[in-house]
């Protein structure tokens, strides 16, 4: 099938929908500016200090360094921190907003993203699912019983040469201690669950719904790679699970991973370039 005729059907898929579940990965945010972290080289280039400290981001998303090098590990975080919130949200956002307002059963979002860029586009809190935490809200590394927090005001500098952070960490408001972000890193018994923890019953409750309308479900998947493949599973799973729907979509988009269930919809390119493709395909 020629890439003309995937977005043509994706159009008809969504236009056609009476729900729409948005599952984003990492590849959602590299058409925004932000950093492309797959594989090592993609790390280095992005961020070529980690490169001669012979640092990768498997290595790097770690909490151990909070308890071992702390300045290390706010390094690597403050940065991404700024990043995020210096970059708006890339003009896919709306579009996909602009879908979801169509919707009869309304939509939800599934990502493994931690930047909060569906919050910023203007997706309601309410119906956004961050399944790997968001880099806005902290926790305290001491678990005092604080909760989460936000990281509004939080400001981390950070020494470009070394990619450390000098000066004041962002500590805990209850008791003092050191705060880590509240983002699920490798190897994490420390991560407080609980916000993603209430989306997930939220969004099971809204997939439910659907279901039971026996409504019209399109999901459409934008940058969801294989090397970390939690949205990648999840919409195929929703997918297979929602066959008595009388239709069921998946719209992959990738342009890496492109391979996708036989039932599904396939675009080999990036998300923004999809999206600006489909869009005026939908007759509203």
């Known amino acids: 099938m020629s890439v003309a005729d995937a977005v043509a059907r994706a159009a008809e898929a969504v236009a056609t929908a009476d729900a729409l ?29 980690y490169a001669k400290l012979g640092f990768d981001f498997y290595g790097l998303a770690n909490p151990r360094w909070f308890h071992r090098d702390p300045e290390l590990a706010w390094g690597f975080y403050g940065h991404r921190l700024e990043l995020y919130r210096s970059k708006p949200p890339h003009e896919g956002f709306p579009i996909l907003r602009r879908w979801a307002e169509l919707m009869r059963e309304g ?40 909760g989460l927090f936000p990281a509004d005001g939080v400001s981390v500098e950070v020494d470009p040469e070394t ?31 609980s916000v993603a923890s209430a989306q997930a019953a939220r969004h099971q409750a809204w997939l439910a719904k659907v279901v039971e309308a026996a409504a019209r479900l399109v999901i459409v998947e934008c940058g969801a790679g294989t090397a970390v493949p939690t949205v990648r599973l999840h919409c195929e799973r929703v997918a297979a699970l929602a066959r008595a729907i009388p239709r069921a979509t998946l719209v992959r988009v990738n342009p890496r991973d492109p391979h996708a269930p036989p039932d599904a919809i396939s675009i080999p390119t990036g998300a923004l370039e999809a999206l600006r493709a489909i869009d005026p395909l939908i007759q509203t």
Do not use: K, Y
């Open 21 to 49: 579940l948005i599952g984003a990965g990492a590849g959602m945010g590299v058409d925004g500016g932000l950093p492309d972290f797959r594989g090592r080289q993609g790390f280095w280039n992005a961020h070529p200090p």
């Open 107 to 146: 939509a939800f979002v599934f990502t493994s993203n931690v930047d909060g860029w569906f919050q910023r586009a203007g997706f309601p809190d309410d119906r956004v699912h961050e399944v790997h935490g968001a880099i806005g809200r902290l926790q305290c590394l001491a678990e005092c019983g604080a």
């Open 163 to 193: 990619m450390r952070a000098v000066g004041p960490l962002p500590n805990c408001p209850r008791c003092g201690a050191l705060a880590r972000p509240n983002v699920l890193m490798f190897d994490d018994d420390g991560w407080d669950p």
